[in-house]
């Protein structure tokens, strides 16, 4: 739910924007965006303050022994095999999803003749699903990761086939009910792995990193998923026209399959790496 935050917040972002674009310009777009950016920290602030979080705290003790007195050493978050690869199976199974939060719009105003604010919202519609399913295939994956936590390997691979297998297809067809049908689909499973994957990422690093571990594969999404799927998509399109590009960019979710059948084998030399840090997840049983 966390992670798809982004997601409902661009859900805002493309269809006022869309819509303020037309009547406006597209200069108070970006005004617009930069306004209520300002006005989300003010509320931030004002609402999110160190005694409403002391309230809240959740103690967590560990059994004894367990965990290693001091911080663990930043390099242990590159060299467990498992987590290594659940960064760059998190990373490109992004790279799909953020393909539809930044050309969903132009696909609907060139082939479906919408005019820009309505493409706008109804690109809007599809970032929605893709916040939705992401939250609702975390659920899942919490689920069936109770008694097996490596299920929750199997969980992100399932998402990202069914995304594969969706979009890729849903693309390829001409446009009406079934391509939107097919791609809604596509689009609600196309960032499901993220839960699963920061879920790998939390169990297989040590608590005093942890953080410094969401960050490193918060980067590793923005580099090879948010910051380079738009861009290759820009480059393909050039050459074999949008739809062309759209159709051959869930193929990366091959990689991250792979990527992520890698993580689920090392998982128990992760879980021993872990070990020699100091620290074994209490739910690895």
């Not at 969706?166 to 079934?178: C, E």
């Not at 297989?204 to 960050?215: F, K, Q």
């Amino acid at each position: 739910a966390f992670m798809a935050g982004g997601s409902f917040g661009s859900v805002l972002g493309v269809a006022l924007g869309g819509i303020i674009a037309v009547h406006l310009g597209w200069r108070w777009s970006f005004m617009a965006m930069a306004v209520l950016g300002l006005l989300l920290v003010a509320l931030f602030k004002a609402f999110v303050t160190e005694n409403k979080l002391a309230e809240h705290a959740v103690d967590t003790p560990t059994k004894a022994g367990t965990e290693s007195a001091g911080r663990a050493k930043l390099s242990s978050l590159f060299t467990n095999p498992a987590v290594l690869f659940a960064y760059i199976g998190g990373g490109l199974q992004m790279f799909t999803a953020a393909i539809l939060l930044a050309w969903m719009p132009s696909f609907f105003n060139r082939y479906y003749d919408l005019a820009p604010d309505k493409a706008a919202g109804a690109a809007a519609l599809i970032v929605l699903l893709v916040g939705t399913g992401m939250v609702v295939c975390g659920i899942v994956t919490d689920r069936v990761g109770r008694s097996d936590i490596t299920r929750k390997w199997l969980s992100g691979i399932v998402f990202c086939a069914i995304s594969l297998v969706s979009l890729t297809v849903g693309f390829g067809l001409s446009t009406g009910t079934a391509q939107l049908v097919l791609i809604g689909i596509g689009a609600f499973f196309s960032a499901g792995a993220s839960g699963p994957i920061a879920a790998m990422v939390a169990n297989l690093t040590h608590s005093s990193v942890r953080a410094s571990a969401m960050g490193t594969l918060t980067v590793a999404n923005n580099l090879l998923g948010l910051a380079l799927g738009p861009f290759v998509i820009g480059i393909l399109a050039d050459h074999v026209g949008l739809r062309g590009a759209l159709q051959l960019a869930p193929l990366v979710y091959f990689v991250a399959i792979v990527a992520m059948f890698a993580g689920k084998s090392l998982h128990p030399l992760g879980l021993r790496k872990l070990a020699a840090v100091g620290v074994v997840p209490a739910e690895t049983h």
